[in-house]
């Protein structure tokens, strides 16, 4: 028995008014649809990045789950527009369940995420983007063939209609991008821009569909609001943690967290001030002694600046808290900062005494290789985003503009994953072959730990230097030797030379997948109860 759908009919006087009075409300539902699925895809993304992070494998399932969303919406409106020709109700159903669906994400993709946290980076973030963004992008991809089909009076308008209605849903796309990108997610979060981007996708259809004297769509008003009134629930009920989080922004970058709790520091827990990036420890200080440095690389990287005369200009590529920079002053170093985020300097004041005069540029750490003029004898890489390395830094030609940058008697320092060996330290073993490639001499410095708990610096200088005759007395324990890896260690065979054309991508994502499973075992669930909203 065919299943009928009680969309409510037309006659056909009614079909003509309608047609001729509704074709620019059908047009404002378009834009509102377009808007919805760039909203959906913006906060999708952003609400996998503190559970999975911000690796290649995390932006294709986005992508993808987004695509094949649209792809299933686009075929299945088809479908039911040729069923349900001229019905106008249908589309408000549509868009009704696309909203309800879009307010329900900040609700099913917590526990979701939560359930998949222990599996394979890419599964875990197909998984659960399946659940909580697939459905509403299925019925946004809806839309537009049905809104087609209601317009489409005459076959010979049929193209003239699909182009228009396509051109406005992609207009409010590229509005909601700017508007999401560059206000609404950073200032307000992604929780609260998901329930009332359901809401407003769903107001107009509710009130049509009470036009048409379809009063049982007044009843979808109450989980919307509903929605609302859960998400101030969820604040209010955020307890300790919230009260301890003392910054909390998000952003096309990621997630941002500032927030005084307990760490455990070797074998004691020390109360510590953390920044916490996609859930991700980025800063530590400790609240009882701020001089402590809770990563070890912040301690060493400072030390081969001991070559150079007080007053020497350093250039470091990523501040975060500004550990390192505290650090570098401390030995008498002058200081130019490059941060890409710009809510960092703002933190670093605020919270981990950053000194406000410290100036702080805004861009790209490649861009500012290429502008900035003068050179500098040591130039620090400390460019990690959570666990994603900024790739375009490290190719042949980006080493070459550091290069530009650097004095002849100069050191480049690039802070690096722990990996080395196998398919994991594949990329370090890349780095290390397209640094000598560029024309540096090249050491690499270990901090103390197994490879998912160090840190590999990569030293590149342009005259051989032997870095164990440094007098670091104190500082490092034991032989100074024993923290550099022999360069007969480092089998550069299988090698790439990373290149703009060729950044090895993938290489990225295998060391990036391995040290974010092996940290969301740890300290995910953890840092994820510390958030304002």
Not at 66 to 81: D, I, K, P, R
């Amino acid at each position: 028995m065919p299943i009928s759908l009680n969309l409510g009919t037309l006659n056909g006087n009614a079909k003509v008014r309608f047609f001729t009075m509704n074709r620019k409300y059908l047009f404002l539902l378009s834009f509102l649809e377009g808007s919805a699925v760039m909203a959906c895809e913006l906060i999708g993304a952003k609400m996998l990045a503190p559970y999975f992070g911000t690796s290649l494998y995390v932006w294709a399932a986005a992508l993808g789950l987004t695509l094949g969303g649209l792809m299933t919406g686009y075929f299945t409106g088809g479908l039911l527009s040729k069923k349900y020709q001229n019905q106008p109700a249908l589309l408000y159903w549509i868009m009704i369940a696309a909203g309800f669906f879009t307010a329900l994400m900040p609700y099913t993709s917590e526990w979701i995420m939560q359930t998949t946290l222990a599996w394979t980076l890419q599964w875990g973030a197909v998984f659960s983007l399946l659940i909580f963004m697939f459905p509403p992008l299925v019925f946004m991809g809806m839309v537009s063939p049905v809104i087609i089909n209601l317009l489409n009076t005459e076959i010979k308008d049929a193209g003239n209609s699909a182009g228009t209605v396509y051109a406005i849903s992609t207009f409010g796309g590229i509005l909601t991008t700017f508007l999401f990108g560059f206000y609404i997610i950073p200032q307000i979060g992604i929780n609260y821009p998901a329930v009332i981007t359901g809401v407003l996708l769903s107001l107009l259809p509710i009130f049509s569909l009470m036009r048409l004297k379809i009063y049982v769509a007044a009843g979808a008003l109450l989980p919307l609001l509903a929605g609302l009134l859960g998400m101030q629930w969820k604040i209010d009920a955020g307890g300790q943690e919230a009260a301890q989080t003392l910054y909390h922004s998000e952003g096309i970058l990621g997630q941002v967290k500032v927030a005084d709790l307990p760490l455990l520091a070797g074998e004691r827990t020390i109360p510590a001030r953390a920044l916490i990036v996609n859930n991700t420890l980025q800063t530590v200080m400790s609240l009882e002694d701020p001089a402590y440095d809770f990563w070890q690389y912040t301690k060493y990287i400072p030390l081969f600046t001991m070559g150079y005369p007080e007053g020497s200009k350093v250039l470091l590529l990523g501040m975060g808290g500004g550990t390192l920079v505290s650090r570098i002053h401390e030995r008498g170093m002058k200081l130019d900062v490059v941060e890409i985020d710009g809510r960092m300097k703002e933190v670093a004041v605020n919270y981990f005494g950053l000194p406000p005069d410290q100036e702080v540029f805004i861009d790209d750490a490649r861009h500012f290789l290429k502008t900035a003029k003068g050179k500098y004898p040591v130039i620090i890489y400390d460019t990690f985003i959570s666990e994603s390395a900024p790739e375009h830094i490290l190719t042949m030609e980006g080493l070459n503009d550091a290069r530009q940058r650097l004095t002849d008697d100069g050191v480049l320092l690039i802070n690096f994953y722990g990996y080395l060996e196998g398919n994991r330290g594949a990329i370090t073993r890349c780095v290390y072959k397209t640094l000598q490639a560029a024309g540096f001499y090249v050491d690499l410095f270990t901090t103390p730990g197994s490879e998912q708990e160090r840190n590999l610096l990569l030293i590149g200088s342009l005259e051989e230097k032997n870095w164990a005759d440094l007098p670091v007395g104190g500082v490092l324990p034991g032989d100074p030797a024993d923290y550099f890896i022999p360069a007969n260690f480092v089998d550069t065979t299988t090698a790439k030379v990373l290149t703009d054309k060729a950044p090895q991508l993938e290489m990225y994502a295998r060391a990036s997948a391995d040290w974010r499973k092996l940290y969301n075992q740890s300290y995910t669930l953890f840092f994820s109860k510390y958030k304002k909203y």
